[in-house]
């Protein structure tokens, strides 16, 4: 079985700064894109940040300039460094890997699993 457990989160002022972790653990064959994506309060889903092997990082609009993602592939780990916050950035936040994984003791083949999110409140 392959785990994502997503930390870091909490309430923050406008204008103020947070990091989120992310760590991946289990069957874990190979790990190539690792990044983030997070959900408001209504059901649209958006992809924030994502970080492949090489370290070549990819950003949406809304937070470039302002998020950070950056990842240890030793530990398979992923980090979001979050600055000037707004209330917009209000969401509960998931962490994301897609690579070779197992389950359950299968054969490796290639997956994408998230974690179960780390809620990040931006409010005064």
């Known amino acids: 079985q392959v785990e994502l457990v997503e930390s870091g989160g909490g309430l923050v002022q406008p204008g103020g700064s947070l990091s989120l972790s992310c760590a991946a653990s289990?069957?874990?064959?190979?790990?190539?894109?690792m990044g983030w994506w997070r959900r408001g309060p209504g059901p649209e889903r958006e992809v924030v940040a994502s970080?492949?092997?090489?370290?070549?990082?990819t950003y949406a609009d809304s937070v470039k300039g302002r998020f950070s993602i950056s990842r240890d592939n030793a530990k398979n780990t992923v980090h979001l460094k979050m600055n000037s916050l707004d209330p917009e950035d209000t969401a509960l936040y998931h962490c994301?890997?897609?690579?070779?994984?197992?389950?359950?003791?299968?054969?490796?083949?290639?997956?994408?699993?998230w974690g179960q999110g780390t809620l990040v409140t931006v409010s005064s």
């Open positions: 289990g069957s874990i064959f190979r790990v190539d894109d």
């Open positions: 970080i492949a092997s090489d370290g070549s990082t």
């Open positions: 994301y890997a897609r690579g070779e994984f197992s389950e359950g003791g299968g054969h490796y083949r290639l997956r994408e699993v």
